[in-house]
């Protein structure tokens, strides 16, 4: 997936400005067409005519006229979206979008290339959308909300559950795992404890055993002497 | 599902939503889905003079990944109730 906006030109034959070309084939779905509607990316003048398309996985506007010009957002880019209608704010009544680039350092960058001519798309990080009718603002806006919603991030989203801390101390072993509540937590935790200071007074005797099979003189010579009931006797 | 749960509860109280780009938009919750995607009211852009074209957004909707904070209204928060509803959620319940 590619943040922020992007070139669309995957259109079908059909017509003059086709409609775009979607990956039905993973379940994408046309949701909302909106014919002429123009276009404004950041400060840049508006573009149109254009017709609109959304999508269960992006917003996508394509130009009336020019077959190789379109533009398209996935939604997973677009923070944010409104209804604009204060005239001092923008001239028409549009729906703002702010885009997520992935860039961080975007602002100032997106500022300077505002004055030239053609632009780079990874930096807009504002779209409007003017349709001709804004009776159709509050339907447009509805339609938005409901696409995002279909759009949640891909990883952390379903994950939080998974991450609450609690759910670390399944793997703590499976004592821990069917505890059911605070008083049991702690019994099982000192139990815990108990059999850990347990091994600490083994380890000495494991370690003393130890020196005496490597050390101790008396054992080399006994195994010298009496090898094979020796090993017949430990195997 | 904590927040969601909590979130849902200040439904139509003022809250302040902090994004990640910075911008911080002051607004009547409207709703909250289980992503933690916030639709404001009333909307005004705390820092104007820095987002002016905010101005004119009368609602909106934020997804919920961009948002860093959500300040909340003081009588929104009640401590015994949260208390409870952590340690709930801590035990897996």
């Known amino acids: ?235 | 599902m904590l927040f969601f749960s909590y979130f849902k509860d200040l439904v139509g109280k003022e809250v302040t939503v902090e994004l990640k780009n910075d911008l911080a938009i002051r607004g009547t919750l409207h709703s909250v889905d289980q992503y933690l995607n916030i639709k404001l009211e009333n909307t005004r852009v705390v820092d104007q003079e820095k987002f002016p074209h905010m101005l004119s957004v009368r609602n909106c909707f934020i997804r919920g990944s961009v948002v860093r904070y959500v300040q909340l209204p003081p009588e929104g928060v009640d401590i015994e109730l949260l208390h409870d509803a952590t340690r709930r959620e801590a035990r897996g319940g």
């Open chain 1, 1 to 235: 997936m590619v943040a922020g906006l992007r070139y669309f030109t995957d259109r079908s034959d059909d017509g003059a400005a086709g409609a775009p070309l979607l990956d039905t084939v993973n379940g994408e779905e046309l949701m909302h067409v909106q014919p002429a509607v123009s276009i404004v990316l950041s400060n840049h003048p508006p573009e149109s005519p254009g017709t609109l398309y959304i999508s269960t996985k992006q917003v996508i506007w394509l130009s009336d006229t020019e077959r190789t010009k379109g533009y398209a957002v996935d939604f997973l880019s677009v923070s944010l979206h409104a209804v604009s209608r204060d005239p001092e704010a923008f001239t028409s009544p549009c729906i703002y979008t702010q885009i997520d680039t992935g860039d961080e350092d975007d602002e100032s960058e997106n500022s300077d290339s505002e004055s030239n001519e053609t632009f780079d798309l990874s930096k807009i990080t504002e779209m409007r959308l003017v349709p001709s009718d804004p009776n159709q603002l509050d339907a447009l806006f509805e339609v938005f909300c409901e696409c995002a919603e279909l759009n949640p991030e891909p990883v952390e989203e379903d994950e939080p559950e998974e991450h609450n801390w609690i759910f670390s101390a399944d793997q703590l072993g499976p004592a821990m795992g069917i505890i059911d509540g605070v008083d049991q937590e702690w019994d099982s935790s000192q139990t815990h404890f108990t059999t850990i200071g347990h091994p600490n007074g083994d380890h000495d005797l494991a370690r003393n055993v130890l020196e005496l099979q490597i050390n101790d003189q008396r054992f080399e010579d006994a195994e010298e002497m009496e090898s094979n009931n020796r090993n017949g006797g430990q195997q």
